[in-house]
């Protein structure tokens, strides 16, 4: 089994920056895909990145494109979550998960094929 924490939640003002990490431990940990969701109040789960296990490919969801960037240190089992611009909508509960399976896949955005999931870190953009 894996096990995922995520950190670097926290309050910023629109346009800041905040970095969220993923520290992942377990079984063969670095083979498979991890992910980004973001779920707020009301609405559903959502994808916002995904880091290939193979490759380290990568993928965004259209609304953080330009803004979010997904990365890995394999060394410290780690995926982070550089987010840049941050805006108000972008207020959410943000959670790292874990698919067994090597790559990412553009869908279902909601995670459905993600076996693994941390507790969530909020983070909130106000002025």
Request: charged share 15%; glycine share 12%.
């Amino acid at each position: 089994q894996l096990q995922l924490v995520e950190s670097g939640g926290g309050l910023v003002q629109p346009g800041g920056s905040l970095r969220l990490s993923c520290a992942v431990s377990g079984l063969t940990s670095e083979y498979y895909a991890i992910g980004w969701f973001r779920q707020a109040p009301g609405k559903e789960r959502e994808r916002v990145s995904c880091i290939s296990s193979s490759d380290g490919s990568t993928i965004y969801a259209d609304s953080v494109k330009g803004r979010f960037t997904i990365s890995r240190d394999n060394a410290k089992h780690t995926v982070y979550l550089q987010m840049n611009s941050l805006k108000p909508e972008d207020t959410s509960v943000y959670y790292c998960a874990a698919a067994l399976h090597y790559y990412c896949y553009a869908y279902p955005i909601g995670g459905d094929d993600y076996d693994y999931w941390g507790q969530g870190t909020q983070v909130t953009v106000s002025s």
